[in-house]
Each structure stands twice: as C-alpha cells, then as structure tokens.
C-alpha cells in the first residue's frame, strides 16, 4: 500500500466534454438512420461498423475521465480501469514526448510515460497538475539517475522543470510548445 497521497491527479470534465459531445454525436448520425429506415445492407454494414468506433471512443473517453493518479513519497499509482503503481525506486524510464497539432509547432499536448520494473503509466498533459507530476517524476529520474534523452530533457526545460545542461543537441522530433 502507499504512504500518504502528495497530490491527486484527474482529467477535468471540461477536458473530455468535447469528446463526448463527438461520440453522442457520431452516435445519433449513425444510430438514427439504421433505427428509422431499413438501408441496403452495404450502407447498414457501414453504419454499424461507424455506430461501433463512436460507441468504443466514447467508452474509452468514459475510461479516462474516470482515471486518477496519486502521487506520494513512495511512487505514483494510476486507478482506473488499468491501474498501475510504480515505486519511484522502481523507475527506470521517464519519456516526456510532445506532440505537435500545427505546422508551426505552436499548438498541441505532451504525453508523459514513467515505466517501472513492470507496468507502464502514460499521461497526456490534460490532467490537471501535469507540470507537478512531471516535476516529480524528473526529480526521481535524477535520483534513480537514469539518462533521459535529449528530446525529453528540452521538454522539462520548457516546461520549467529542467535547466539547459551545455551539451544537449536540439532534437527537431521532441520540441516542446
């Protein structure tokens, strides 16, 4: 069992709602048609397959608003329909990844992935209080002294978590926001 929680993490409500709103939606403009009319059975296949990949996103949206993290003194737990717990004397790899949505590298999210001895947690950073978690988890890494690769260590440092050591090579894959 773990000592007391530091800090618990979740995704918000205003984080998935527009991923809610796009599954009930997906699922009433493919619903609809096959509950009102009898199509061919070309277009009801394709409504159906449809009226599946909606039902499966919502439920995964569903899944991850109902995930937590705890954060203590002795590792990071992630409840949820997958839970896992990682002693932070266990950890073995941090990789903070960003993802870019525009051209301009401007826009998009982070994700982060702690794995331990056997179980992996990843985290994108829409939970709330993702810059703590990463804080954390950096100042663990550098007590487990484990490397970090170059990508990872520029995004702690724009996210204010790392300092700029001389010899890190920009890497054009992992640039943060």
């Known amino acids: 069992m773990m ?6 993490l979740r995704y918000p409500l205003s984080t998935v709602a527009i991923d809610y709103f796009y599954a009930l939606l997906g699922l009433g403009f493919t619903v609809t048609p096959l509950a009102l009319v009898t199509p061919l059975a070309a277009v009801t296949g394709t409504l159906a397959f ?5 039902f499966l996103f919502g439920l995964r949206t569903a899944i991850r608003h109902n995930t937590f993290v705890a954060v203590s003194d002795r590792g990071v737990t992630s409840g949820g329909l997958r839970g896992a717990n990682i002693n932070w004397r266990d950890l073995r790899e941090l990789k903070l990844s960003y993802f870019s949505t525009r051209r301009d590298r401007q826009g998009g999210w982070m994700q982060l992935r702690l794995r331990g001895e056997k179980l992996t947690i990843r985290l994108d950073s829409t939970v709330e209080g993702f810059d703590k978690l990463v804080a954390r988890a950096a100042k663990e890494a550098r007590q487990n002294e484990l490397d970090l690769a170059p990508g990872t260590v520029q995004n702690l440092i724009a996210l204010g978590v790392d300092e700029a ?12 926001p």
């Open 165 to 176: 050591p001389d010899e890190v090579s920009p890497d054009a894959n992992a640039r943060a």
């Open 50 to 54: 449809f009226a599946l990949l909606f």
């Open 3 to 8: 000592a007391e929680t530091d800090f618990r």
